[in-house]
Structure formats: structure tokens, C-alpha cells
């Protein structure tokens, strides 16, 4: 166990609602990401953060944003949930020279 | 751009055989790589990270070895045992935090 905890784990919502995920981590780690999972695509990155209040886009970014106010929070926001947007998230940690760290996933549904 | 390769994409075996999962990648400019396993429904679970410095790692009945200059590693598992199915993943991290995930081996140990 590294320390991570998603919320919620499941979730079902309607097309167009805000959608927000969070990660949690009790390790004081620096580094924090969220990645999405498909049948086909594999795990892609959709943002990270290097810091309280520093972030950065991964490769999968658009229709997401993300916030972190505190070391142990990393929020992921889905503005307005399109069914594209149905996945398995996972939040992750860990440093360029790091052991990465998983959390136990999300899985989202949108109708 | 980092591409990763995981052959072969699924493998059964019998118990008691020694296995030998594959994973190749096309730049070698890494910081290091690392193998997950994941179960169905369930995170990704950190076995072994090789830093790029590093020819192999061991824990356990798992060996994982890097050859940076082929773009290429490998997991082996010694003596597989039915609670070794599972779908293991592959890890590349490279420049400005982009760690590319091959599509993963699909392990099914036969008791």
C-alpha cells in the first residue's frame, strides 16, 4: 500500500455534468499524476503536478483540469463529462528517478 | 516519440514453468524502467524498478534486466504459480515526466 486513495471509486454521470475526482496521499510526495486507462490505448497521462500549486499537461489533457492547494490532494476535474471521458482513472506518484506508485482507480461512467 | 512493445500480448502456462515476458523500447534516453502487475479490476502494483544505470533487479522469484542500448527488457519469473495470473505492464519514463506503458502481457498460470 502506498498511501493512495481515490474517491469515489465508482461513478456514474450524465453527459455535460461536472465531474471531480480525487486523489489523496498521506507519503509527502512531490510528484503527483492522473492517468486514464482504455481497452486499445493502454495508460495514457492526462496531467501532473510537480508541487503545490504547479502543474503541467500530459498527453490526453483536453476536457480535464486539475488543482492541487495541498502536498497530499490532487483533484481532477472533468468540466463537462462526454461519454469519450468513460474510463478507468488512476492517480499515481513518484519522482523522474522514483518508484511509481498507483492508486486503486476510478471507475467513471458517463450516460 | 517513446513507443513500447510488449510481446507476447498473452501467454498460458503450466505451473512450475519459468517464464520470460518481453518488453522493448524504441529511445533510450530513459530515466528507468519498471514492471506492474495488474489484477482484473485492481490498480497497478509496483515489482521491480531498474534505474537506467542499472543492468538487472531481483525480487523474489522475479529478475528483471534492462539492455538500454537494444531498447529492450525483460521480467522473468522463476517457478510460476496460478496466483501469478495476472496482466503485467512495462514502464518507461523519460524526459518531462512522460512514462510510456506498453499494452501489457496477459499471464494465465494453469494449476
Known amino acids: 500500500d502506498a498511501g493512495i486513495t481515490q474517491s469515489p471509486r465508482h461513478k456514474v454521470t450524465e453527459t455535460g455534468t461536472p465531474v471531480t475526482l480525487r486523489c489523496h496521499q498521506t507519503?509527502?510526495?512531490?510528484?503527483m499524476y492522473w492517468y486514464r486507462q482504455d481497452p486499445g490505448h493502454g495508460l495514457r497521462l492526462i496531467h501532473y503536478?510537480?508541487?503545490?500549486?504547479?502543474?503541467d499537461k500530459g498527453e490526453v489533457s483536453d476536457g480535464y483540469s486539475v488543482s492541487r492547494s495541498k502536498t497530499e490532494d490532487f483533484l481532477l476535474t472533468l468540466e463537462s463529462a462526454t461519454s469519450s471521458q468513460t474510463s478507468v482513472y488512476f492517480c499515481?506518484?513518484?519522482?523522474?528517478?522514483?518508484?511509481?506508485?498507483f492508486g486503486q482507480g476510478t471507475r467513471l461512467t458517463v450516460v | 516519440k517513446q513507443e513500447v512493445t510488449q510481446i507476447p500480448a498473452a501467454l498460458s502456462v503450466p505451473e512450475g514453468e519459468n517464464l520470460v515476458l518481453n518488453c522493448s523500447f524504441t529511445?533510450?534516453?530513459?530515466?528507468?524502467l519498471q514492471w506492474f502487475r495488474q489484477d482484473p479490476g485492481k490498480g497497478l502494483t509496483s515489482l521491480l524498478l531498474?534505474?537506467?544505470?542499472?543492468r538487472e533487479q531481483t525480487s523474489g522469484r522475479l529478475n528483471a534486466s534492462l539492455d538500454k542500448s537494444s531498447g529492450r527488457s525483460t521480467l522473468y519469473i522463476a517457478a510460476s504459480q496460478p496466483g501469478d495470473s495476472a496482466t503485467y505492464l512495462c514502464?518507461?519514463?523519460?524526459?518531462?515526466?512522460?512514462?510510456?506503458f506498453g499494452a501489457g502481457t496477459r499471464l494465465f498460470v494453469k494449476a
Open positions: 499515481a506518484t513518484g519522482g523522474l528517478q522514483e518508484e511509481a506508485f
Open positions: 507519503e509527502n510526495h512531490r510528484y
Open positions: 503536478s510537480y508541487g503545490v500549486k504547479d502543474t
Open positions: 529511445d533510450s534516453a530513459i530515466y528507468n
Open positions: 531498474i534505474q537506467s544505470s542499472q
Open positions: 514502464a518507461v519514463k523519460g524526459g518531462g515526466f512522460k512514462t510510456i
